[in-house]
């Protein structure tokens, strides 16, 4: 969470001239995004431009031939009355340009704050616009594979190493096993869309109970939008001592289905979906934790807090769709 | 350069409550600061309130006791018109206060960017404002000792060692004896007020030519202007190779003098003090190098590189108001 490349204010104003959206005002670089640098821009407007951005350069971890995915699907959503970020374009009519040898693009600002204790109306808000994202992106013409599906977490797993990751927390091996399961699971029923697949609170922008932006598409990918689903009620329906607070998961379970209701394939597959949606950040974690030593500045994520959610569902998952 | 404290949504919007400013719309934690954590707020806006303020929670190295002397002075130079935030102050009337057991303060958003190659106009109005902060600061009913003088600077390479400074550079042991030397000067012939003492370009906000905005002020003190105008050109004078850059010299000293003239002392002390100025920041970067891992993420600045304008000041430095 920092900002990786140096640009002066000569620069910045250069990079912004590109675009027809006035000059520059202020730009302060903003402690968000884990692997790009991101600044918040004002400019003077110009046309039907508005006058606040978000500058992003992209820095590690994105391959740039995914950017028209990206920022495309933006565009397809914002246009649908979603509520995602326009991509500007640059007088040339590109979504992206190169400033000193990285990716930039220019996004529209959302106000709006990221929760860190949902209220049941917040989940039952964001589970309705999930909804509206996927029927939104369903006619979006072009696909992104997960490249952190059921499978390449067995495979981080796997490569972790059960030794390894028995140092971390005893518990932690077994969820290898469980991986491997999760990558044989037959997903081939469910209805696919284009989905974001990392809607963490902090990925949400909230004024009030109202869901005024979801932003950092960078692992959107076609795939099933039951996975999305499940991957936000993980992330949103556990209090900071990681107990299940029912009120936020049901709120948005019907929030979603207020706009989608879900089929009988997905509510079959709810609680084994939901259990490969906690192994994926129980890999990725797991992989960052061995990865960073223990004096770093950085601040390491616990895998065992998505290893005890995994367990919930196990024991859980199954009941949350009978009512 | 980052936020050290996590403050999330809910928090800071009971923070924004204790003051007459309208509700929560934005906040973003923004990559300023060394040793503060900052957000880049909007609310609604109430009353005559702006609606875009800065956020400031003081971590370490602010000693509490100084905050009446920064915040107050913030308040007492926007109120004579000098280019500087205001700071806001809460409900009972307190310009600071506490949260999660460290001090805040809620400040004047002003909007510009920072000049990393400033032009000869550019120095020159920040030469005018300087002076113009010293007149309005003349009767300002505080003060506050500078941490950081000459007798400092020389503590602190005397601390650090011939033998340290030598594995930075072989011609950093000789800075500690012109330390000393600068910590013998006689400066009791200067005229005095409120200093910032630390101008560099990235704690200056500009809009084309104008400055904006003067931030930053956690190193002012009660001192000589004349040193506050060394710091000021030592820190703006110099070009990315660390070359002289005449133009701006001139036009910084010019600017200055188009406000407040130098006294026939300040004159005759200007390459001295100047001198000094450059071994204040020689003594910080040595001991921060020195103090700092060489595989740390933070960077550290050279020492070297006001170590060489030193040398400057010492070749040319009298020179400089010859005209």
Redesign the interface.
Known sequence: ???YTHL??????RLIGEYDVGS?????????GVSNSNW?V?TTGSGGSGTRFILTLYERRIDYADLPYFLGLLDHLAAKGCPVPRTMHDRDGASWRMVEGKAAALIEFL???????PTPTQARSIGAVLAGLHLAAADFPQTRANAMDFAASAAILDACGAAALETIDPALPAMLDHARVAAALDLSALPQSQTHTDLFPDNVL??GEDVTGLIDFYFACTGPMLLDLTVTHAAWCFDAANAYRADCGVALIDGYQSVRPLTPEERALFADVAKGACLRFVASRAEDWLDTPDD???TRKYPMQFAQRWQFYHDHGAALLAG
Chains 1, 2 share one sequence.
């Open positions: 969470m920092a900002v002066g204010a000569e620069d910045l104003a520059l005002v202020m730009a302060k670089g903003i402690a968000e918040l004002e106000p709006g704050v990221s929760p860190t204790r909230m004024l770093a500045l950085v």
